[in-house]
């Protein structure tokens, strides 16, 4: 019988072809900033049979894209602690983790027991913690030294020089600087209307302080470094990132309590490489490769000593930001029960209509 000897190049070329063509697929829904490539090629070197698809995503597109196909086309979500909840009551898009197959022995205890507060449901675990970060105000101080509150983005001393995004972040942080407590009355939602109406009327007479109304990091830090507005509400991560090009403009977490989030891992419902999900969760979490996503994203991962794994530019903002009285003041965003989104996604386009943001 004849014999075909494949030459050490046409075997290795056929053998790479074969495992490309076995390998599994991660599909991740994420954020823009969550899965760098670098992070991607190291995990994809240590598990050679998986490739790594990834999606950018937010929290509305990410409940939107599952709920369109009941949790399938992808096999790991990252929505924020509040979003799962409603989301999987109302829409059945995730399925429960194992949790023994995620090293939670590094994660930050106070973070894995709120997120697990926030996603059991009927004793059945949904999500634990990714990344944590906060939204609330930032400054520059040698031009707005006394700016403290979500108030003083109407402030008259500041008119036409500050900016804000016309998101339910600045429908919360102005309902809690009017005095009131917009989680808590979650619960009653004619009392929640009658807070939004307050809001809107106040957002609306704001309209002569704002510069412009941003709609991404981009815009927001082209503004401040050039000096066209002074202060505006942001996500902590731009400001970090600004705190490090000009050591005036800081992070300030608002006297009435920075909003925090929590993003998590979830697992859609109809996902295909649970195995493969649990590899990235484990990988990424691990403290050589928590710094990498850190300076992507300028968010602290919910791991022991966090905020020192983060690249040193960065960990100096929050330092300057936050000290233990501001962290004890954080305002966690409560789960968002069905309605209240509609609620203030109305409120929201008042206020556009209104002021032309």
Known sequence: MKRTVLSGVVAAALLAAGTSANAETLRLLTWGSYAPEKVIEMFEEKYPDIEVEVTFSN?????SKLRATGGAGFDLAQPSHDRVHAAQLEYNIYKPLDISKINTANMDQTLLAGVKTNTTIEGDLFSVPHQWGTSGLMADKSKAPNFSSWADLCNPEYQGKTS????RTILLGTAFAMGEDPFAAYSDLKKYQSILDRVADKLIECKSNIKAYWKGGDDLSSMMLSGEIVASETWDSTAYKLFDQNKNIVFIPPKE????????????RKGKADDAAYKWINFVMQPDIVPLVSGSSGA?????GGVDLMPEDKRAAVKAAFDDAAIANLKFFANIPPGIEDMEGKTLEKIKAATGG
């Open 59 to 63: 929290n509305e597109e990410m409940i």
């Open 164 to 167: 804000m995004r016309l998101k």
């Open 257 to 268: 309590g920075a909003l925090a989030w929590i993003d998590t891992f979830t697992l859609p």
């Open 300 to 304: 602290i991962a919910a791991v022991n």
